[in-house]
Each structure stands twice: as C-alpha cells, then as structure tokens.
C-alpha cells in the first residue's frame, strides 16, 4: 500500500491517499501539492529507425522525470507511420522496450497521412489517436500539400469520428521563402523562412476544411499571436477547434539564436516577444487548450551543424513541468491553468479514460537545470542552467510509485 499523507490539493484543502499497491511506502507530504500526472499529446521518441536519438526506454524513464504518464508519439519515424501494419509493429517495439524500462507508461500513436495510403485511414479508429497531417515538410518526408488530398483526408476522417491534428506552416510559402533567403547562415533566418505568414494561411486553410465537412480539428504546436485570434473566433462559431502550444513557444523568443544558435531551431520555429504574451494570455483565456512538449530530440552534434543541415526540434518532456511551475511562481498561470493545460483539456479532446496517475510536486523547490542529470539519450536542453522554481518530487503510475530522486 502506498499512503501520501498530508498532501496539498490545489484548492487549498488537504488530503491522504491510499494506492493499492505491492510496494510499500508512506510519504509525509506536507510540503507538496498534488496535481494530476501529465498528458504529453505530442512527442518524437524516434522508435522505429532513429534510436540513436532516443528510444522508448530512455523516453519513459525522461517522462517520469517530467511528471508525464501518458504521451501520444508522432508517426514521423523511419519508416513513418502510415498503414496500419506499421502501426501494429510499431506498438509491439514500444510494448518490448517499456518492459524493459519496467515503466508501463501510457502511450497513443498518431497515424501519418500521405497521398499514397488514403485507403488507411478508414481503419485505424481504434488503434490511433489521431490522423497527423504535416502541411509543411519538416523532420521526415511527410507532408500533404495539395488541397485536393488535404480535403480528401478531412472528408474521410470525418466520416469515422477521427481527431486530425495538423502541424500548420504552408509548404508553398516555406519554399518560396527559403528560395528569397538562399545561401542565409544565421540560424535566426529559420524564423524569417518559416515566417507567421505560413502559420496562418495553414492555419486557416485546416478551419476552412473544418467548416466543410465537421472533422475535429488540432492545431499542434500554435506559435502566433495572429494564430491565436484565428483559433478564438473558430471557437465562437462552435467549430470542434482545438489548440496546443509548446513550453519552447512560450519560454523562448527569436533573441534565444543568439545563445543557443543551432539548439534553437524546431518548427514551427521560435516568434516575438508579442508572440510569447499572445500565449500566456490565450492559456488564461481558455483559447489554448493543451500544451505538447514536442520532444524532438536530436544529438548534439547534429545541432552543432551549419543552417540547412542542422536538423529541426529540440527536447523537452523533462523541463515542461518546471517550466510551467516556475511561470505560476512568477505569477503569469494559476495552478489550475497548469491542470488543464497538461491534463484535462488533453483528455477530453482525445476521450482518454480516467486514470489513478499523479504527480507530487515541491513549489518551493529551486533548481538549476542540470543536463547530466536528463535521462533523455540526447542529454542536452536548451534550457540548461536556468535556475527554476517548482519541481516534481514524486509520480505515482498506476500502482506504481517514482521517488524522483532515485530515478
Ligand atoms: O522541430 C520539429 N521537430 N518540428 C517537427 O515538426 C518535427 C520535429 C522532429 O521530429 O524532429
Ligand atoms: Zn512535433
């Protein structure tokens, strides 16, 4: 039996719980507040083919570390996830590697749409979360630029009550604009190449096939202030529209090129100052519904290369939860922000069951962000050394429990 004693609830009142379980162990929790374990909807952990920069054993004991109990992985693996037999295979590695990890994490799978496996999606309801689209090409070569395919897609999703999630950034203006900024070597024209423009006309190209045939629509990844009005008036009118941000959106800006240079390139890439506060305030108005980490880990030396070979993505499933503490330290999200940000919203939107997962986390606690401590294989992050307040101390899976200090 686990019994967590004394612990703070965010209402301000205090509770005991009781978890059935065959360890047994008491913790006296007086100085921790329960909070419910994180949802991640959106994370690259690489499995199959790209296991030199992450697999799902170094994955689950890095989403331990950050609190996170249920993650949703992206098919843009090698090969990408686009038939349902790939999909089945791909389960059967993850279930193999989250058993030698001995960590039963709670994991879904997204479906990659292309032109070439239309047919696919129709069967994949119960096996995937979600039908991702990338309309602008990014790591991997998945992408759906043609309107005739894009509409395909909605229609038939629609017709089988499934979710699409749409990484939004036009591939006709990403290219148009990377022929205008040829030959660049600052790594901060990443964000004039994948400018806002190209995030709004994707954005309100996936609303427009959302208006014409009902598909439940997520925008992953919304960077843009300019997003954001696009996705509150969908919301007015009633439209199954549904956004997530990334922790790299709002705790880092185009200034970050100047220290990070190559650990600051992902797509959609870094914005404006202007752009971070759009997102606080979108989060407090309830426009933003979830927050993905978008782990994407690369290696260093990856990074390290020049623009135009240094791939996108950065990692972050480890440091959200810190982040997001430290931001309701410093007054900018309520905790009950950080609840629905990373948990609620993501489970109504996906209809995920109920689960007994939590995590107990220090408010008081300041730590710097220590890369040597990340159990992430590509053991780097762009927020090393930043000292935050509000870290996890404990996370309860199931009937399982994680003394955080002892992961
Ligand atoms: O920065 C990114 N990295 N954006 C994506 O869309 C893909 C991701 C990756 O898989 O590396
Ligand atoms: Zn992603």
Excluded at 115 to 143: P, R
Excluded at 176 to 202: C, L, P
Excluded at 210 to 220: D, P
Excluded at 295 to 301: F, I, R, V, W, Y
Aim: proline content about 5%.
């Amino acid at each position: 039996m686990i019994n967590i004693l004394n612990i703070n609830t965010i209402d301000g009142t205090k509770k005991n719980l009781q978890i059935a379980s065959a360890q047994d162990h008491t913790i006296h929790a007086e100085n921790l507040t329960l909070l419910p374990a994180l949802t991640d909807p959106h994370v690259h952990f690489r499995i199959p083919g790209m296991d030199y920069k992450e697999d799902w054993r170094t994955a689950a004991r890095a989403s331990i570390a950050g609190g996170v109990t249920t993650v949703f992985d992206m098919p843009n693996t090698l090969p990408p996830t686009t038939t349902v037999a790939l999909l089945q295979e791909k389960k059967k590695i993850i279930d193999a590697q989250l058993k030698e990890a001995g960590i039963p994490l709670h994991y879904q799978l997204f479906f990659g749409a292309d032109k070439d496996h239309l047919a696919e999606l129709s069967k994949i309801k119960h096996d995937a979360v979600g039908i991702k689209i990338f309309m602008g090409c990014s790591t991997g070569n998945l992408v759906v630029d043609s309107d005739e395919t894009l509409s395909a897609i909605f229609e038939i999703a629609a017709a089988h009550d499934i979710l699409v999630a749409v990484h939004a950034e036009d591939e006709h203006i990403l290219n148009a604009n990377k022929a205008k900024y040829q030959g660049e070597k600052d790594y901060a024209v990443h964000s004039k190449i994948r400018d806002t423009h190209a995030a709004v006309a994707a954005v309100e190209k996936a609303i427009s096939l959302t208006r014409r045939f009902g598909t439940r629509l997520y925008i992953l990844h919304m960077s843009t202030a300019e997003e954001v009005a696009l996705i509150q008036q969908a919301k007015q009118q009633n439209l199954p529209v549904y956004a997530e941000t990334t922790p790299h959106h709002l705790f880092l800006n185009t200034h970050s090129y100047a220290t990070l240079a190559g650990k600051a390139v992902m797509n959609p890439p870094l914005r404006s100052e202007k752009d971070q506060t759009a997102l606080f305030a979108a989060i407090r108005d309830n426009i933003i519904d979830t927050i993905g980490s978008d782990h994407a880990p690369h290696t260093l030396s990856e990074k390290e290369k020049p623009y135009g070979q240094c791939p996108s993505g950065v990692p972050g499933i480890e440091t959200l939860l810190p982040l997001l503490l430290n931001a309701h330290q410093q007054g900018l999200l309520s905790l009950q922000n950080i609840v629905s940000l990373t948990s609620t919203r993501a489970r109504e939107i996906f209809r995920l069951p109920a689960n007994n997962d939590w995590v107990l986390v220090d408010l008081n606690k300041k730590m710097r962000v220590d890369e040597k401590k990340l159990k992430t294989k590509c053991a780097w992050s762009p927020y090393a050394g930043m000292e935050l307040t509000g870290w996890p101390r404990y996370v309860v899976l199931g009937d399982k429990l994680f003394d955080l200090e002892k992961l």
